[in-house]
T-cell receptor, first 113, second 111 residues
């Protein structure tokens, strides 16, 4: 789990503002994921990417966007269309073949001002 | 798609007791079942996992059992300690390679 990082640790968003959460991994993993965590809701999948330049919507993609231009990086943008963005955001990665274990980053807590 | 139900949502035990957390899944094609432990404000970390060709797996005080016919799997923690206090998540992964998580169980171990 030490090979996947997220920044910032805390992020404050103003009304109508887009904000971007960073996720980087040096594990040479092909697949990367973004989850949103709310109390009592478990981990809900926002977007995932199984290969560079390709990504798919998860269960709660509305109001979010991603890009996957490099294998190591999978940034998440929380747009102004996401009306309830306050949550703990977790990025994860895994190898496509063989080992299935997901490794999680330390998370970013997003708060609305 | 896959649906994972996890119970109980909160579990309170005395130090030294055993704790059992149960999950059910809906997709019979699911073949990989990890369990994660998440301490307050920290990232989830894998503690044990099981594949569909195995009925039980043990690692020191932690064990996981899988009943494919009934589509349920359980986490067993014996001789609980205060440092076991955390939120535990189960997950099931099938042919899509995307795991579906349960809602989590908050385990509280009282000294």
């Amino acid at each position: 789990d030490g090979g996947i990082t997220q920044s910032p640790k805390y992020l404050f968003r103003k009304e109508g503002q887009n904000v971007t959460l960073s996720c980087e991994q040096n594990l040479n993993h092909d697949a990367m994921y973004w989850y949103r965590q709310d109390p009592g809701q478990g981990l809900r999948l926002i977007y995932y990417s199984q290969i560079v330049n390709d990504f798919q919507k998860g269960d709660i993609a509305e109001g979010y966007s991603v890009s996957r231009e490099k294998k190591e990086s999978f940034p998440l943008t929380v747009t102004s269309a996401q009306k309830n963005p306050t949550a703990f955001y977790l990025c994860a990665s895994s190898s496509r073949d063989g080992e299935e274990t997901q490794y999680f980053g330390p998370g970013t807590r997003l708060l609305v001002l | 798609g896959e649906n994972v139900e996890q119970h109980p949502s909160t579990l309170s035990v005395q130090e030294g007791d055993s704790a059992v957390i149960k999950c059910t899944y809906s997709d019979s094609a699911s073949n990989y079942f990890p369990w994660y432990k998440q301490e307050l404000g920290k990232r989830p970390q894998l503690i044990i996992d099981i594949r569909s060709n195995v009925g039980e797996k043990k690692d020191q005080r932690i064990a996981v059992t899988l009943n494919k016919t009934a589509k349920h799997f359980s986490l067993h923690i014996t001789e609980t300690q205060p440092e076991d206090s955390a939120v535990y998540f189960c997950a099931a992964r099938g042919g899509s390679y995307i795991p579906t998580f349960g809602r989590g169980t908050s385990l509280i171990v009282h000294p």
